[in-house]
């Protein structure tokens, strides 16, 4: 028997991480643009505005969190399309583990930073970090149950069941 990735993991997790793309390239772009355009609330708790030109929205001092975030969102989705799903490869399916775990990490030090040292909420961000958790949450599901693929024994009990059938 051979296991493999369940159906639904595709469909499940490319959506996930294209929109995690697709948000963490728009904060990249607003980041270099224009911080201030972010459509989001700037007074309160949620201030978007706060939060990605804080100094904490720099990793290393000169790295765009945002940029960081969307680097890593381009290869996770290319380890969430169904090709790398159905590859037989361990190393592929190590790789996606680790990605979901390093991304979920990330986000749980992301949050800490926004929630403590900015003391401010980005709904951008947000959506990120919900979109990060939810594909984590799918890759660990598909990664603790897989499907099992029985092909090889299928045939054999087929011709079992059939010879059975035709004696009755």
Same mark, same amino acid.
């Given at each position: 028997?051979?296991?493999?990735?369940?159906? +639904?993991?595709?469909?499940?997790?490319?959506?996930?991480? /294209?929109?995690?793309?697709? /948000?963490?390239?728009?904060?990249?772009?607003?980041?270099?643009?224009?911080?201030? $355009?972010?459509?989001?609330?700037?007074?309160?708790?949620?201030?978007?505005?706060?939060?990605?030109?804080?100094?904490?929205?720099? /990793? *290393?001092?000169? *790295?765009? @969190?945002?940029?960081?975030?969307?680097?890593?969102? &381009?290869?996770?989705? $290319?380890?969430? /399309?169904?090709? $790398?799903?159905? =590859?037989?490869?361990?190393?592929?399916? +190590? &790789?996606?583990?680790?990605?979901? @775990?390093?991304?979920?990490?990330?986000?749980?030090?992301?949050?800490? @930073?926004?929630?403590?040292?900015?003391? =401010?909420?980005?709904?951008?961000?947000?959506?990120?970090?919900?979109?990060?958790?939810? &594909?984590?949450? =799918?890759? &660990? $599901?598909?990664?603790?149950?897989?499907? @099992?693929?029985?092909?090889?024994?299928?045939?054999?009990?087929?011709?079992?069941?059939?010879?059975?059938? =035709?004696?009755?």
């Amino acid at each position: 028997m051979v296991e493999r990735a369940p159906r +639904w993991a595709p469909l499940v997790t490319l959506p996930l991480a /294209l929109l995690g793309l697709g /948000l963490s390239a728009y904060l990249t772009y607003v980041h270099y643009a224009e911080p201030r $355009a972010l459509s989001c609330p700037d007074t309160g708790v949620v201030n978007c505005t706060k939060v990605t030109t804080s100094p904490e929205s720099m /990793l *290393f001092g000169f *790295f765009p @969190v945002a940029l960081a975030g969307a680097l890593f969102f &381009l290869g996770i989705t $290319a380890l969430m /399309l169904p090709v $790398a799903w159905r =590859a037989t490869s361990r190393a592929i399916s +190590w &790789l996606r583990l680790g990605g979901a @775990v390093t991304g979920v990490g990330m986000v749980c030090y992301l949050v800490y @930073v926004e929630a403590i040292e900015v003391k =401010a909420l980005c709904l951008y961000c947000t959506g990120v970090h919900v979109i990060m958790f939810a &594909l984590f949450v =799918a890759v &660990l $599901a598909a990664w603790l149950f897989p499907s @099992v693929d029985d092909a090889d024994e299928q045939p054999s009990v087929r011709r079992r069941g059939r010879v059975g059938a =035709a004696r009755r």
